[in-house]
């Protein structure tokens, strides 16, 4: 008999949420057969059969499950039949606890439960009367950092606010004419990461470009790429632009610890890209895009955008971005905007629609294809010229017809 529990998944997940069973209690199901879809704050995942047999569902459909806990179990009745249905973590083995000394013992449960945090942020988590055993840390291995000390004492303040009953009036005054929708869990850990990104002391950069070489050369190259079964646009020559601009401005392809206040600069390009999903917004991550071509990457981001419609997209798709891209000229609006920045990233860009606007060449006006860029970032990391330097280098690329065709 094998058991299907619900595992640590990394990036800080605890609980995930049983979406839908694909079959019934008691069914016969095959090995590597999807049988239940979990959803976590990340992504919705499908959950094979270990072996096949019998299944007897142990979580409900709209049940949460934390780590650890039972979600069924498959095997042949008899095993079934003498098996306890229990959801609970496995418990420790009380043979090996009692060869344990009873003072080590308390010791060693004491350091379990004791949250993992650097003694500034046991400090400031005091001047706050912030508990630390109630957060869930966001640093390496769960560690607690200032900003998750912040968040919970922001949003504790928030909570002991005398708040206006504005929601329980409406009720009472427009009766069946208002509704109260349950937020999913993607929809919470947006909102998290969120309030996580506006603790970041964030500033704006806004300029445009002439995107005319960049217009004519994508729709020159579309009909090959169409051949080859991938939907070409303007993002995958962006990106390239993008990664040459980091290299040169390294600060922009880093995060910042607070700790120790250091600049963490990555010297590898995994790009992340904002995608509109059933259930909100998404960040899918072209890993190593620097050692890839533009069709590489226009085919990957479409593979991508696809898991994110049918719900197939894996956490690991969606985790170790560098550097950020939000497309929102995609969606047909905006001529500028102040995107958030992804935390713990030190900026996101934001492209928007190509305009035709007038632009001046060798002191003549003529119309041109324009592109209006913004760029936020942290400004603990970076400053204002900085921001100015990775902007222009970036258009000098995208305006460089020599240089968007020797990208293929």
Not at 48 to 76: C, F, K, W
Not at 87 to 106: G, L
Not at 164 to 186: D, N
Request: hydrophobic content about 40%; glycine content about 6%.
């Amino acid at each position: 008999m094998k058991e299907i529990r619900f595992v640590d998944v990394g990036e800080g997940i605890t609980e995930g949420h049983i979406r839908k069973w694909l079959v019934k209690d008691g069914d016969q199901v095959k090995e590597d057969q999807s049988v239940v879809q979990v959803e976590t704050d990340k992504a919705v995942v499908n959950v094979p059969a270990p072996i096949s047999g019998t299944i007897r569902i142990a979580a409900q459909e709209n049940s949460t499950v934390h780590v650890g806990d039972l979600v069924a179990q498959i095997g042949t009745p008899a095993e079934l039949q003498s098996a306890p249905a229990q959801q609970q973590s496995p418990q420790p083995q009380v043979k090996q606890q009692a060869q344990v000394p009873a003072q080590q013992q308390q010791q060693t449960a004491i350091a379990a439960k004791e949250p993992m945090a650097t003694p500034s942020v046991r400090k400031l988590a005091h001047d706050l009367n912030v508990d630390l055993s109630k957060i869930s840390g966001t640093g390496p291995n769960g560690r607690i950092l200032e900003n998750d000390v912040r968040g919970m004492a922001h949003g504790a303040e928030l909570q002991s606010r005398p708040l206006p009953k504005f929601s329980e009036e409406l009720e009472q005054q427009h009766g069946g004419e208002v509704a109260r929708e349950p937020m999913s869990m993607t929809r919470k850990a947006i909102a998290k990461n969120m309030e996580l990104s506006w603790t970041i002391p964030r500033a704006v950069h806004m300029d445009m470009l002439d995107a005319t070489q960049l217009v004519n050369i994508v729709a020159a190259k579309k009909p090959d790429a169409e051949k080859q079964g991938v939907k070409l646009t303007f993002l995958p020559y962006i990106t390239k632009a993008v990664i040459q601009a980091l290299k040169e401005n390294p600060h922009f392809n880093a995060s910042y610890d607070h700790e120790k206040q250091e600049i963490i600069v990555k010297k590898y390009y995994n790009i992340g890209f904002a995608a509109e999903a059933k259930d909100g917004l998404k960040v899918v991550v072209i890993k190593n895009a620097d050692k890839k071509g533009v069709m590489d990457i226009a085919k990957e981001v479409q593979e991508l955008h696809k898991k994110i419609l049918d719900e197939t997209i894996t956490i690991e798709e969606m985790r170790d971005s560098t550097f950020t891209i939000t497309n929102i000229g995609s969606l047909g609006g905006g001529f500028l905007s102040v995107p958030m920045i992804n935390y713990p990233e030190v900026a996101i860009l934001g492209i928007h629609m190509i305009k035709d606007m007038p632009v001046v060449k060798d002191g003549a006006v003529m119309a041109g294809k324009v592109l209006p860029i913004s760029l936020s970032f942290d400004h603990r990391v970076v400053d204002g010229a900085e921001a100015v330097k990775f902007a222009n280098a970036m258009i000098k690329y995208l305006e460089d017809g020599d240089f968007l065709q020797k990208l293929g």
